[in-house]
């Protein structure tokens, strides 16, 4: 079975800090990784992904993650935060190669950006 | 493209009722599921489709059915709903490949 854990149900970072909202998952196997954010009565929108290569991968907005195998985690960061970044963010897993595997979702954590 | 587009955004329901929240994409995407989201659960699989003709459930089924009869639609029908069934639900839809799933705006359901 494969799940996902999103440790914080709640970040508070400062405008300007650098964040980071935290992703482990479990897998048999080798994982595809998504983060996805949810404004306010929105649905979900596509951030980035990692499915194989550079561990750190690049998405929208200037967000980035890291794919950390042996600590099965991937960690969503941002350098400079802002009040914009105000949202729900969710992570997300699937087996490599399993076509008829579904996505499986965190819980969420909501970060909010003080100004 | 319209993407994923889903019908009602907004619906109530007295307990018992039956309805059908209607979603369909337009990229030919072979992978359609239905999700509900409700406070503090994240976002939970209810039924999912890898073709026209073949579903399966996923996490939360009871109480809900889905047919594939085209590659485009996939309506969730609720038989007879429950308070226990007021939630946001997300219809979505990827291919078969290491892509992003893609989401529809959401219906909010509250039952009553």
């Known amino acids: 079975a494969q799940s996902v854990a999103q440790p914080e149900d709640q970040v508070n970072v400062a405008e300007g800090n650098p964040l980071t909202v935290k992703c482990t998952y479990s897998?048999?196997?080798?994982?595809?990784l998504f983060w996805y954010v949810q404004y306010p009565n929105r649905g979900l929108q596509f951030l980035l992904k990692?499915?194989?290569?550079?561990?750190l991968v690049k998405g929208s907005y200037g967000f980035e993650a890291e794919f950390n195998k042996s600590q099965t985690s991937f960690h969503l960061k941002k350098p400079s935060a802002l009040v914009s970044d105000s949202a729900l963010y969710f992570c997300?897993?699937?087996?490599?190669?399993?076509?008829?595997?579904?996505?499986?979702f965190g819980k969420g954590t909501r970060l909010s950006v003080i100004a | 493209n319209a993407g994923v587009t889903q019908t009602p955004k907004f619906q109530v329901l007295k307990t018992g009722q039956s309805m059908t929240l209607q979603c369909a994409q337009d990229?030919?995407?072979?992978?359609m599921s239905w999700y509900r989201q409700d406070p503090g659960m994240g976002l939970r699989l209810i039924h999912y489709?890898?073709?026209?003709?073949?579903?399966d459930q996923g996490e939360v089924p009871n109480g809900y059915n889905v047919s594939r009869s085209t590659t485009e639609d996939f309506p969730l029908r609720l038989l007879s709903a429950a308070p226990s069934q007021t939630s946001v639900y997300f219809c979505?839809?990827?291919?078969?490949?290491?892509?992003?799933?893609?989401f529809g705006p959401g219906t909010r359901l509250t039952v009553l």
């Open positions: 979505a839809s990827r291919t078969s490949g290491p892509g992003e799933q893609f």
């Open positions: 897998v048999s196997g080798n994982p595809y």
């Open positions: 990692y499915i194989t290569g550079d561990n």
């Open positions: 997300a897993v699937r087996v490599v190669n399993s076509g008829n595997t579904p996505l499986v």
């Open positions: 990229m030919n995407h072979e992978y």
């Open positions: 489709s890898v073709g026209a003709g073949i579903t």
